[in-house]
Nanobody
Framework: QVQLVESGGGWVQAGGSLRLSCAAS????????MGWFRQAPGKEREFVAT????????YYADSVKGRFTISRDNAKNTLYLQMNSLEPEDTAVYYC?????????????????WGQGTQVTVSS
């Protein structure tokens, strides 16, 4: 059974930074693309960033490009999201996600496995 557990969320002032982590278990972590999504109050869940199984290829939503960096450590079965220059609009629950097959490009559109989410709050 695939398990994804996020950590690292919290409260930060605008312009600050946070790093989210996602610990994965239940299957061979290094074989699958991984990603981050978020859901703000009253809005639908949206794609933030995805990364290929080997970390070579990544995709970002336009709203976070240049500010967020997705990375992974396959030896530690852990996915990361470094978030810099945070804005109040980044306030949301952030979810780690993966799928049963496909590329990082495909994962932008749909996922099969989700973590429980971690809250990020950015104050102005």
């Amino acid at each position: 059974q695939v398990q994804l557990v996020e950590s690292g969320g919290g409260w930060v002032q605008a312009g600050g930074s946070l790093r989210l982590s996602c610990a994965a278990s239940g299957r061979t972590f290094s074989a699958y693309a991984m990603g981050w999504f978020r859901q703000a109050p009253g809005k639908e869940r949206e794609f933030v960033a995805t990364i290929s199984w080997n970390g070579v290829t990544s995709y970002y939503a336009d709203s976070v490009k240049g500010r967020f960096t997705i990375s992974r450590d396959n030896a530690k079965n852990t996915l990361y999201l470094q978030m810099n220059s945070l804005e109040p609009e980044d306030t949301a629950v952030y979810y780690c996600a993966s799928h049963s097959a496909g590329s990082a490009y495909d994962l932008r559109l749909s996922a099969d496995y989700w973590g429980q989410g971690t809250q990020v709050t950015v104050s102005s």
